[in-house]
């Protein structure tokens, strides 16, 4: 279960999420937030609720990334510690610009 | 090693994946894993199932899932038998570096990411894929 909650202000886009990013739920949250890319040049992507990702969930983080890549910035809020250790080792934490809580 | 193993049959299909994850997340949580451990085995699962899933059949086919604790107790051990094509998951390499996001391919990091938070993952070939995942058990006096 996820739940996806959008802040548009200006050319920034914030994206709460809040539940679990995996299988079941990636799909539907990369076509949520690449539909609503448009204009945007900062990303923020808010893990503050986030209590679990997978490796499909990381892809969508990869994908978003790339889709932001040339025109503006990601970055990856409030992680907690067990999501953080999943990007850690998953090797993506160099390319991904990630905050922990 | 003998195992203290419940099993459950399933199709190779998405369908049932929230089962199978349950199944072993409850299993987990039976042997004594602490609740971080059960979500790296939930991960873990979830890596392992899906990739079942998403290639061992052209279509789908069947899958047997067990999990439990070894008789010993000191781990907890789960596994996954398909009658797919032959494939080693503990054969497959890390996901290379990139020099840039754009240049970064993920293929594999599902299956890397299982072997990384499991402490012991053995396949065989045996009629069919068997991949056996181990967890040690910690004593509760090691837990922080």
């Known amino acids: ?101 | 090693m003998r195992y203290i193993t419940d099993s459950i049959d399933v199709r190779a299909d998405d369908s049932v994946f929230d089962d199978v994850i349950e199944f072993i997340v409850e299993r987990a949580a039976r042997a004594g894993l602490s609740n971080e451990e059960q979500k790296q085995m939930r991960l873990a699962a979830e890596e392992l199932f899906g990739n079942i899933i998403d290639h061992a059949y052209e279509d789908t086919g069947d899958v047997t899932v067990s999990a439990g604790q070894d008789d010993a107790g000191t781990a907890f051990v789960m596994s996954f038998c398909d009658h797919g094509v032959p494939f080693d998951p503990t054969a497959v390499s890390a996901p290379k570096a990139a020099e840039s996001i754009k240049d970064l391919k993920v293929g594999g990091l599902g299956i890397f990411l299982a072997g990384e938070l499991t402490d012991e993952m053995t396949y065989r070939y045996d009629g069919g894929n068997i991949l056996t995942a181990v967890k040690y058990i910690k004593r509760q006096e090691n837990r922080s």
């Not at chain 1, 999420?17 to 990303?43: H, I, K, P, Y």
Request: hydrophobic share 40%.
């Open chain 1, 1 to 101: 279960m996820i739940n996806i909650d959008t802040i548009k202000e200006g050319s920034e886009l914030t994206v709460k999420l809040e539940g679990d990013l995996d299988r079941t739920t990636a799909a539907s949250t990369e076509e949520r937030v690449l539909s609503e890319l448009a204009g945007v040049e900062q990303l923020i992507i808010d893990f503050d609720k986030l209590a679990y990702i997978s490796s499909a969930g990381l892809r969508v983080l990869v994908k978003l990334c790339k889709q932001m890549e040339g025109h503006g910035t990601m970055a990856v809020i409030n992680a907690d510690k067990s999501v953080a250790d999943i990007i850690s080792l998953s090797g993506l934490k160099d390319y991904l610009n990630v905050k922990e809580k």
